[in-house]
């Protein structure tokens, strides 16, 4: 994933451009590049590591009216100078940056390098600079048409050229490109982020689309050349919504948003009765349904554990859940009582795009969840569920899981009130998520999260356990812990420790225990009891006023009782604290870990 910036039309520093990078650092942070054009020529800058060591090497007071940047999180070639974007053509008059992966690169290159042509990189974007400078016949546009009928796989573009100074040309197939112009000066961008500063009212491009802009006029067409219309979109997200507001971290701002998060979340799904109301299921004949195919990537994978749990409990229906880069190679069985659930916060991951591609190759319907209007696979999918959470800008996902939650309780309610099955368990259930902002505000501000991180910051390994509907907790707490700080932590349904995991406990590996009071809180106690039998040191997470937990852990968390469905909802922010207070802890940047990019749409 990498963000892609272009402004173009009054004059406007190359300071602006890195600026506008910044807001998308989270999208890849490997390498960084500038191109500007003016009159006299087009002039490239980029360095290896962060944005600001760009800025280093750039003139960023220098007046421009023409420009495009770019951050790179490395695909094709490892992150260095020479691999960063922009990438130019042998004429040294054509730069393009790019997000995504060309397929076919090797055959394109093998086929420039024989007419002549000479690389700098080792990446696939740089073939697209040398195929337009063999396609521009003086009409930039009609080059950039050509180019693209000779390009497969996944990409967002934009280019420029030095001897057309006023003219900057997007492109889209796969990957997101935001588009927007006031009065005065036209952008293009990876996201809203960047583009808000200028306007609000955006355009979402969409696959097969090209933009071309002169000066501050713009059009959009096709990759034919026909004019297309595309809807702007206002974005009420103010600039601080993306800034820190005062934390240390993204990750801490994100997870403090929660409450208001979770409100957002919920305006507009629950009548005055508390019933869930989600009209953008209107068209979908739920109560046919009796089979739930449901796939997502890493975190929202766990969310999607959770809602088999809830919706398989109190529905008299199957889940079958798998993790999209399965799911995608195995048959599809899509019959008529088949619904499909796709969660993606970024909806752009490459997995859960292709197996929603797949699923509607079976014939299958598919209601999307997702964080990003319009992302991918808003567009891919029947219906969108929005998560609503605001921009999260930390790779870990924190508030947007937590939204997951919100929206998928809300679907299974929803389906268990369409199937006649409601009844005072699920009024409890309703009042307690409508409530749930309040809880969780209240466990978000526990020092002992703080306390307790500081206690075991130095251990390297962890296991996480839990059972029933908490195993999905145990999981993305590991994977929480393991993505931010980088300390070995695994997780098991705790009924498995016997089989094999409880070798690897001694003092030195903690167990992590998820054991509120509910329906398998005996069971958990017995595999607390096996777990300290091995000297291993015990954290659990517990009910408030549960004394008798206490005297078998070593710490202790305690979150208020809740309706035991909803354990994973109130949880949730105590296991992302205690992995962000961790990291911190440890030196890292729980905003940036090493390796992971917020949205991963390579395969
Ligand atoms: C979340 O903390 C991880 N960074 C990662 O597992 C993520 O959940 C996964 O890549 C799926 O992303 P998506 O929800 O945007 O599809």
Redesign the pocket.
């Known amino acids: 994933m990498c963000g892609i910036v272009g402004i173009i039309g009054s004059e406007f520093k190359v300071g602006d451009l890195i600026d506008g990078l910044k807001k998308l650092e989270y999208r890849g942070y490997d390498s960084a590049g500038v191109a500007t054009v003016d009159g006299n020529g087009l002039y490239v800058s980029k360095s290896v590591g962060r944005i600001d060591a760009l800025r280093g090497v750039v003139e960023t007071e220098k007046a421009v009216h023409n420009g495009i940047a770019h951050t790179r999180w490395a695909t094709h070639g490892v992150p260095s100078d020479r691999n960063a974007h922009p990438h130019t053509d042998c004429s040294g008059k054509i730069a393009v940056v790019h997000n995504g992966i060309i397929e076919n690169y090797q055959e394109l290159k093998k086929g420039l390098l024989e007419r002549g042509h000479k690389f700098h990189s080792e990446t696939d974007t740089e073939v697209i600079s040398h195929l337009i400078e063999e396609n521009f016949k003086g009409n930039l546009y009609q080059a950039v048409l050509e180019t693209l009928k000779e390009l497969r796989g996944a990409f967002a573009i934009v280019v420029i050229h030095s001897d057309i100074p006023d003219v900057m040309i997007g492109a889209r197939k796969g990957s997101p490109l935001v588009f927007g112009c006031n009065e005065e000066k036209c952008m293009l961008a990876s996201d809203v982020t960047p583009i808000i500063k200028y306007t609000r009212d955006v355009i979402f491009l969409e696959d097969g689309d090209v933009v071309y802009i002169q000066g501050n006029k713009a059009r959009i067409t096709d990759f034919s050349g026909n004019i297309v219309i595309r809807n702007r979109m206002h974005i009420s997200w103010d600039e601080n919504a993306a800034e820190k507001g005062g934390f240390k971290h993204f990750m801490l701002k994100e997870i403090n948003e929660v409450p208001e998060a979770i409100e957002s979340a919920l305006v507009g799904r629950y009548d005055e009765k508390g019933f869930p109301v989600l009209h953008e299921l209107d068209e979908f004949n739920l109560e046919r349904v009796k089979r739930i195919l449901l796939v997502?990537?890493?975190?929202?994978?766990?969310?999607g554990l959770v809602f088999k749990y809830f919706a398989e409990k109190y529905l008299d229906i199957d889940v079958l859940i798998d993790v999209?880069s399965e799911f995608r190679y195995r048959p599809i069985r899509i019959t008529d009582d088949t619904l499909t659930v796709a969660?993606?916060?970024?909806?752009?991951?490459a997995?859960?795009l292709e197996s929603i591609r797949a699923i509607k190759k079976a014939g299958g319907k598919v209601i999307a969840i997702?964080?990003?209007v319009g992302s991918t696979?808003t567009r891919e999918s029947d219906v969108t569920l929005f998560m609503n959470a605001g921009p999260e800008i930390?790779?870990?996902?924190?508030k947007?899981?937590i939204n997951?939650l919100i929206v998928l309780y809300t679907l299974a309610l929803y389906m268990i009130k369409k199937l006649g099955k409601w009844n005072n368990i699920h009024d409890e259930i309703s009042r307690q998520i409508l409530n749930s902002s309040k809880i969780i505000k209240q466990i978000i501000q526990d020092p002992k999260i703080e306390q307790m991180a500081d206690l075991y910051k130095n251990y390297n390994h962890f296991m996480y356990v839990g059972r029933g509907i908490n195993t999905a907790t145990a999981m993305?707490g590991a994977?929480?812990l393991k993505?931010?700080s980088y300390i070995n932590a695994v997780a098991y349904a705790a009924g498995e420790l016997k089989h094999g995991p409880i070798a690897l406990l001694d003092p030195t590996f903690p167990v992590f225990a998820v054991v509120p009071k509910d329906s398998l809180y005996e069971k958990m106690r017995s595999n607390i009891e096996e777990s300290k039998a091995r000297n291993a040191k015990i954290i659990t997470i517990a009910t408030e006023g549960d004394k008798e937990i206490e005297r078998i852990s070593n710490n202790v968390i305690y979150i208020p009782q809740v309706s035991e469905d909803l354990y994973p909802l109130v949880i949730a922010p105590v296991i992302q604290l205690f992995a962000y207070y961790i990291a911190n802890k440890r030196g890292y940047d729980p905003d940036k870990?090493r390796n992971?990019?917020?949205?991963?749409t390579v395969e």
């Open positions: 997502a990537c890493g975190t929202s994978y766990h969310a999209a969660i993606s916060q970024s909806g752009e991951t997995d859960t997702t964080n990003v696979i930390g790779v870990a996902a924190s947007t899981y997951q993305e994977l929480k993505e931010i870990p992971l990019a917020k949205s991963v």
